[in-house]
Nanobody, 120 residues
């Protein structure tokens, strides 16, 4: 059974940094694309960043230059380094695994989420 467990969220002031981690278990994920999504209150869930099986990355325009996604395939762990955080980044952040090596699909698995709150 696939499990995704996020950690690293918290409360930070604007301009600060956080690093999210996602520990994946129940499979080998090197061949799958993985990603981070977020959902703010009253808004739809949106893609933040994703990385495919060839280490190609994509980012939402709103986080380009501030966030960096990375993966450690040996340890089945996905990361999201978030710098220069803004109050608009406040949301629940979710880790996701795609059904293939491409991120051009709907994720097959989701974590429970970790809350990020950025104060102004």
């Amino acid at each position: 059974q696939v499990q995704l467990v996020e950690s690293g969220g918290g409360l930070v002031q604007a301009g600060g940094s956080l690093r999210l981690s996602c520990a994946a278990s129940g499979g080998m994920f090197a061949i799958n694309a993985m990603g981070w999504y977020r959902q703010a209150p009253g808004k739809e869930r949106e893609l933040v960043a994703a990385v495919n099986s060839n280490q190609k990355m994509r980012y939402a325009e709103s986080v380009k230059g501030r966030f960096t996604i990375s993966r450690d395939n040996a340890n089945n762990t996905l990361y999201l380094q978030m710098n220069s955080l803004e109050p608009e980044d406040t949301a629940m952040y979710y880790c996701a695994v795609y059904p293939t090596g491409s991120y051009h699909y709907t994720p097959a698995y989701w974590g429970q989420g970790t809350q990020v709150t950025v104060s102004s």
